[in-house]
C-alpha cells in the first residue's frame, strides 16, 4: 500500500508488535512544510505507572546548545495505539533497513480529529553505525499523517530504553523557590533487615515516592528527591 493509507475493514493476521509502556527514547523530528523542512531533536522519558512524562527538545541547526525540557503529568498513552483500528501493511525500507510496517487510524481526543499513523519495526538484527546493536521487533519509525495529500510528520526513533526512568529525571524542584519547599524526614520501622540487602536502591526510592504520594494525596510530581 502507498504510505499513509489504511484500508478499513481490511482483517490483519499479524497482530503489531508489543511496545514498552515505560521507557525513555530519542527521536528525530522532522516536519515538511511548503518551503522547508524542520528537524528537532527530543529525548523523552515516560512512566506509565507514575503517570508522568519528560520531554527535552532542541533544534538540529545549534542555535539553541541548551535544551527545552518540559515536565508534566499525563492521561494518555505515548504511542497512540490504544483503540486504534490498526492492520499490517507488509515490510519497507527505511533508513537502509528493512522494517514490517503497521497502519492504524486514532482519535486524537485534543483535535478532536482522526489521524494516521505507521509504526515501523526492524525485521532483522541491525547494527549501528556507532557499535550499537537494534534487536528484531524493535520500534524504529512512527509516520504521524495529519492531512490528506501531506506528508507525515517523521518521528526516527535513534535510540530506545524499555526500562522504567528513574524518578530523578523528574525532578521539579529547581523550579520553586526555597519558600515554597518543605523537606520531610521520615522514620520506617523495618520488619526484617535482611531482605533489603537483597532490593536495589533505585527501587526502594521508586517504591517510596509511590507510596508516598499515593497516601499523601499528591499528584507525582509534588514529591521529588527521595533519598
Known sequence: ???????????????????????SVVFEKVEFRRDSVTVTYEKIWFDSAKRLVRRDYKMAGGNDPDPT????????????????LIHYVGSRITRSVRCDVWVGIYADPDSARNFTIEWYFTKDNVVEGIGGNIQPASLFRID????????P???????????????EVFDVSQCFPSAFKARLLIYFSVVNNKSISSVSASYLKDLLHISLVNRALLPPLRISGVS
Do not use: M, W, Y
Open 1 to 23: 500500500f502507498p504510505a499513509g493509507t489504511f484500508c478499513d475493514g481490511r482483517f490483519s493476521r499479524i497482530p503489531l508488535n508489543v511496545l514498552p509502556s515505560s521507557f
Open 69 to 84: 525540557t518540559q515536565i508534566f503529568d499525563f492521561n494518555l498513552e505515548f504511542f497512540h495505539k490504544e483503540g486504534a
Open 144 to 151: 504521524i499523517f495529519q492531512a490528506v495529500g501531506e506528508p
Open 153 to 167: 510528520i517523521t518521528r526516527n526513533v535513534l535510540q530506545l530504553d524499555k526500562e522504567s526512568p528513574p524518578q
